[in-house]
């Protein structure tokens, strides 16, 4: 076990990381720098006996006020996921980060299957917890249900016949209806945000800055990063942000006007985004979140329907997997961060009614 400390294990586990079926670009050195400096990263290498690396975990940093520092791991580890040498190397990587950080957590929310039996095991021998109770994207950093699509070696005729056949109509409809769909720059951004806070204020969900979207840019884009807008009568109407890394490309934002929603804009975007990962011949196109509450009088089962339509499989994941090094702390934590989101969703329903 390692850690990567110079230009030359950077380049290493990219490397590693970029070829590996369990790719992801929140494990990216990429990624990490777009949460700097909120969060300072730390990656743990797995070795066999030659120095190769067989695994790593991105671990992120980060001081909470009263609390301390915890670590956390976006959607990793990346490795033979039921090797338990491996993941002992990466665990007692994170117990040195530990140590080094006085942290009084390693949370991580992989994306790995929720009926994975085998890991739960293994994570469980090793001294890890496992939260698996939550329901609605509230109850976690990332989300713990998606909806992802197999386009692995199948071409742009067979995903589209998977397709609803009113989502086909749909994605039709909108070529014949005049609109058009352009990859933008980092200028495209302030349509696309501007879009955005319509959508926030329309969903009710809290929007990041412009100058986040910027960042983003600066550190993935364009080839890891694109902004795809959708125009009607030269005029921006809708857009998207996908991420491409390794064997797979992520829907990660969507912002549309509440204007010409008739025209389809969404779906012909969605198309868009699966058309250009066919071509980059991925294994996944993810639509990420959706809520695990599945009821249509739920607040989201319209984007859970919306992405069902495109065939792809609704997927639920473990959920956090954790290492509590000051359990009390921890716990006291846990109570604290529930109730600030709690407050936060009053807010925001109460700024929405007013």
Request: with cysteine.
């Amino acid at each position: 076990m390692r850690f990567v400390t110079d230009e030359k294990s950077k380049k290493q586990y990219k490397e590693f990381l970029e070829k590996h079926e369990r790719c992801n670009f929140q494990q990216s050195l990429e990624w990490a720098e777009v949460k700097k400096p909120n969060w300072k990263p730390e990656v743990i290498l797995a070795e066999d006996e030659n120095g190769e690396i067989i695994g790593s975990l991105c671990v992120w940093i980060r001081k909470m006020p009263i609390f301390g520092n915890m670590m956390y791991a976006a959607r990793g580890p990346v490795c033979d996921i039921h090797d338990i040498e491996v993941m002992k190397q990466l665990t007692d990587g994170a117990k040195e980060l530990a140590k080094k950080y006085q942290a009084m957590v390693l949370r991580m929310e992989p994306d790995i299957l929720s009926d994975d039996q085998n890991f739960r095991d293994i994570v469980t021998n090793l001294g890890y917890k496992i939260k698996d109770d939550a329901k609605d994207f509230k109850d976690e950093i990332q989300p713990r249900y998606v909806f992802r699509l197999d386009i692995k070696d199948k071409t742009e005729e067979e995903i589209m016949a998977g397709f609803h056949q009113k989502w086909r109509y749909n994605i039709r409809l909108a070529g014949r209806k005049g609109v058009t769909i352009k990859e933008g720059n980092k200028e495209d951004l302030k349509d696309f945000h501007r879009i955005m806070i319509e959508t926030g204020a329309r969903d009710g969900f809290i929007i990041r800055p412009l100058a986040y979207f910027e960042k983003m840019y600066d550190c993935l884009g364009p080839d890891h990063m694109k902004v795809l807008m959708a125009y009607y009568d030269g005029k921006p109407i809708s857009g998207v942000i996908p991420i491409f890394y390794g064997n797979k490309t992520w829907y990660l934002y969507g912002a549309s006007s509440n204007e010409h929603r008739n025209l389809m804009p969404n779906y012909l975007l969605q198309w868009e985004m699966i058309k250009m990962a066919i071509a980059r011949k991925d294994d996944i196109y993810d639509f990420r979140g959706v809520s695990g509450v599945v009821d249509e009088s739920h607040p989201q089962y319209g984007l859970y329907r919306f992405k069902k339509g495109f065939g792809a499989t609704f997927t639920e994941f473990i959920g956090e997997v954790y290492f509590p090094f000051k359990p009390f702390t921890y716990k006291m934590y846990k109570i604290s961060e529930k109730l600030f989101r709690t407050v936060r969703q009053w807010k925001m329903k109460l700024k929405n009614h007013s």
